[in-house]
């Protein structure tokens, strides 16, 4: 869903009181002037599809590219071509993860509330990770398409809840990984042509989506590991990424109310009523009030 999608439910919602700029963010002269032209460039050539000819769209392509016109048209349809080869419109709709709970008891990761902006936060405890027996129980190829049917939920779920929540423009994620145990004996050929992969699809076709990354517990097993797999990040990316040892609590509490806070990385959040913090899929985008104001399960079921 797009954030013109937001604008016509909020006129279509007398319940729900909030601007015009919350909906589609305050734009910056400069970089309104830049969305524009590549918008015109685009379309002259009949190259912009309705679904992604929206403003905050275009201008994540042109941050990534340091506002390059014909940089960041190159990355934007690279991303369509991308998006055709690969079917993503159908996995969006119709894959189906029936390996979910299985995955989750040998790689518990997902998302939990909101950082203090209103930014969905997800939360990976990869050094925990049984990298066996998630071979075992799915594939590279099918995470993958999980992993490209996660982003395409954010984009078109939790970002418009979050942002409807917040009452401000919410385009990205702030997420935390602990790597407690991960280094380079155990971090297998499997797992790093995953990330590879994984890191690629991300800067590639779902470019500035990331906030800001907590890595904490970071050994030295880790920090010899993280020489490695930088590599193949972007600059930009980088720029957004903090590794952190194990005295870690009062950078993450600066961005994450501890309510938000799983308790076993030092919050007051435990959710045992749902087996679990990372074993619900927890934020506005679950909250009963958002979805009936939005109507964004019934927008979803369109799509």
Not at 134 to 145: A, E
Not at 156 to 174: D, E, F, G, Q, V
Not at 186 to 201: C, G, H, L, V
Request: with cysteine; proline share 3%.
């Amino acid at each position: 869903m797009s954030f013109r999608s937001i604008e016509q439910l909020l006129r279509r919602n007398s319940k729900i009181k909030i601007s015009q700029s919350i909906a589609n963010g305050i734009h910056d002269q400069k970089e309104e002037q830049s969305v524009q032209t590549l918008r015109e460039s685009l379309l002259a050539s009949n190259q912009l599809p309705e679904k992604f000819d929206d403003h905050h769209v275009l201008l994540r392509f042109l941050r990534m590219r340091g506002f390059n016109i014909i940089k960041a048209k190159e990355m934007f349809l690279n991303m369509l071509k991308w998006r055709e080869d690969c079917a993503v419109d159908t996995i969006a709709k119709d894959f189906k993860f029936e390996e979910f709970d299985a995955l989750k008891r040998c790689y518990p990761h997902g998302f939990h509330g909101v950082d203090r902006f209103g930014r969905p936060l997800y939360i990976e405890r990869i050094g925990s990770v049984d990298l066996s027996k998630l071979m075992q129980v799915t594939s590279i190829d099918r995470y993958i398409k999980y992993h490209i049917s996660e982003q395409e939920k954010t984009l078109s779920l939790r970002y418009p809840a979050c942002s409807l929540a917040a009452k401000k423009h919410i385009s990205s994620t702030t997420a935390i990984l602990d790597v407690k145990g991960l280094g380079m004996n155990n971090f297998s050929k499997a797992a790093r042509e995953m990330f590879i992969e994984i890191q690629k699809i991300d800067s590639n076709y779902y470019p500035e989506t990331l906030h800001q990354l907590y890595i904490i517990n970071a050994g030295s097993g880790f920090r010899a590991l993280w020489k490695v797999l930088k590599a193949f990040m972007e600059a930009r990316t980088l720029k957004k990424i903090q590794v952190l040892g194990t005295n870690y609590l009062s950078t993450v509490l600066e961005a994450v109310e501890p309510s938000n806070l799983p308790e076993f990385l030092g919050g007051t959040c435990t959710c045992s009523a749902t087996g679990g913090c990372l074993l619900q899929d927890k934020g506005p985008w679950t909250d009963a009030g958002i979805i009936r104001a939005s109507k964004v399960r019934s927008l979803q079921q369109d799509m």
